[in-house]
């Protein structure tokens, strides 16, 4: 048992389609972060939050957004999904210099 | 940019030889984190290397960080088939502007045959 869980684990949506992904963090870890792993490569850094506002994004388009809640819960929202978008979406939690904890991660498809 | 490379990126190994796996990256960091994945699962924490020299063991992995030769090596010692994954190293990076975020290498897919 992790203390991060995310849902839903799998999700298959259409092209053009708008999907939130869920995480609800350990309490107390006030920084969340969320990395998309495309098939067969290493996570890539998406965005990461603390205390509800974000601290740092990675390359990736203003069609992935997200937000965090006072509860350590977060969301990851994707825009306009285009193929690519098809991966694994990682989110972590971090409390103060303890390292990170993922979750089970959401497996998202796009057709 | 921050660069991570393992090397190998694949590895077959026979049950009960040793190797290492090696991960550089191409900046300063004195924080590397070594994870482990499953097929179609999350990442499991194997190792958190806080600083120059740092040396951690569980069971047939010992992690180290050099962090002068940017350089970060899992060594495997006895293989079993139960270590056949793909092991990730991560660097962690913080910036005043961003804060803290990972930057994980290709990933090295371990095979332990019988």
């Known amino acids: 048992e992790t203390g991060v869980t995310q849902s839903p684990t799998h999700l298959i949506k259409t092209r053009g389609q708008q999907v939130t992904l869920r995480c609800s963090s350990q309490?107390?870890?006030?920084?969340v972060s969320w990395y998309q792993q495309a098939l067969g490569q290493g996570p890539q850094f998406i965005f990461q939050?603390?205390?509800?506002?974000?601290?740092g994004r990675g390359n990736f388009p203003p069609r992935f957004s997200g937000l965090q809640f006072p509860n350590y819960s977060s969301e990851l929202n994707v825009n306009a999904l285009e193929l690519d978008d098809s991966a694994l979406y990682l989110c972590a939690s971090r409390f103060m210099d303890y390292g990170y904890t993922f979750g089970s991660g959401t497996r998202l498809t796009v057709v | 940019e921050l660069k991570v490379e393992q090397n190998p990126l694949f590895l077959s190994m026979q049950e009960g030889k040793n190797y290492t796996i090696y991960c550089n990256y191409s900046t300063t960091s004195d924080r590397l984190y070594w994870y482990r994945q499953d097929p179609g699962k999350s990442l499991e924490s194997l190792f958190v290397?806080?600083?120059?020299?740092a040396v951690k063991q569980e069971g047939r992995l010992m992690a180290s960080l050099d962090t002068k030769a940017r350089l970060s090596t899992l060594h495997i010692t006895a293989a079993v088939h139960d270590l056949s994954a793909t092991y990730f190293c991560a660097v962690d990076i913080w910036q005043e502007t961003s804060g803290s975020r990972l930057t994980f290498g290709e990933g090295t897919q371990l095979t332990v045959n019988p």
């Open positions: 939050y603390y205390r509800e506002e974000e601290n």
């Open positions: 290397l806080l600083s120059n020299g």
């Open positions: 309490s107390g870890h006030n920084t």
